[in-house]
């Protein structure tokens, strides 16, 4: 069965940092593309961040580029967001999501998501 | 303001049918695939259908979803009150601005 669980997050002050992880089991994790994604409290989903399986690949949404970091560590089944300089708008449920087994399909499976809090 | 359009909220009478459009541009909706997800309150979103009409094992043949152009429906028929949650399409997307884009989700009552 495919898990993911995300883990944390928390309350941090503005200008703060956070490191996310999501702990993946029950499917080839080097096989596919990972990718985060956030919900605002009362907004929509955004997309935040995606990795390829090998990690050589990287994109990110134009609001975050420069002050969060996407990462793998595939011998752990592990992916990690590095979150710097975090502002208030940066709070949100934080999403852990597979792309399926072509990254056409989009996310097959999420987790179910860790708060993260920024406000002092 | 996402770069998709869906419509906030929709209703119908269980056991009626619904649809949910979800408007975009040729960056995203009229050169990709469209998924489309369920998202109940507490938990991470589902995904309902894939690759514009295709849907993954489990998912009821009561979802569908079409593509023209650079619009995408989904629709849904027999409704449950189960089936009450926030949908939301996406796609990949061109621009430089991001890679993958969500609409703004649309909140399905069944009355």
């Known amino acids: 069965e495919v898990q993911l669980v995300e883990s944390g997050g928390g309350l941090v002050q503005p200008g703060g940092s956070l490191r996310l992880s999501c702990a993946a089991s029950?499917?080839?994790?080097?096989?596919?593309?990972m990718s985060w994604v956030r919900q605002a409290p009362g907004k929509g989903l955004e997309w935040m961040a995606n990795i390829r399986g090998d990690g050589g690949e990287r994109h990110y949404v134009a609001s975050v580029r420069g002050r969060f970091t996407i990462s793998r560590d595939n011998g752990k089944n592990s992916l990690y967001l590095q979150m710097n300089s975090l502002r208030a708008d940066d709070t949100a449920v934080y999403y852990c999501?597979?792309?399926?087994?072509?990254?056409?399909?989009?996310?097959?499976?999420w987790g179910h998501g860790t708060l993260v809090t920024v406000s002092s | 303001q996402s770069v998709l359009t869906q419509p906030p909220s929709v209703s119908a009478a269980a056991g009626q049918k619904v649809t949910i459009s979800c408007s975009g541009s040729s960056s995203n909706i009229g050169n990709n695939y469209v998924s489309w997800y369920q998202h109940l309150p507490g938990t991470g979103p589902k995904l309902l259908i894939y690759?514009?009409?295709k849907r993954p094992s489990g998912i009821p043949e009561r979802f569908s979803g079409s593509k023209s152009g650079t619009s995408a429906t989904l629709g849904i028929t027999g409704l449950q009150t189960g089936d009450e949650a926030e949908y939301y399409c996406?796609?990949?997307?061109?621009?430089?601005?991001?890679?993958?884009?969500f609409g703004g989700g649309t909140k399905l009552a069944v009355l």
């Open positions: 996406g796609t990949w997307d061109s621009s430089r601005n991001s890679d993958w884009v």
């Open positions: 029950g499917f080839t994790f080097v096989n596919h593309w």
């Open positions: 999501a597979r792309y399926g087994a072509m990254a056409t399909m989009g996310f097959d499976f």
């Open positions: 690759d514009n009409n």
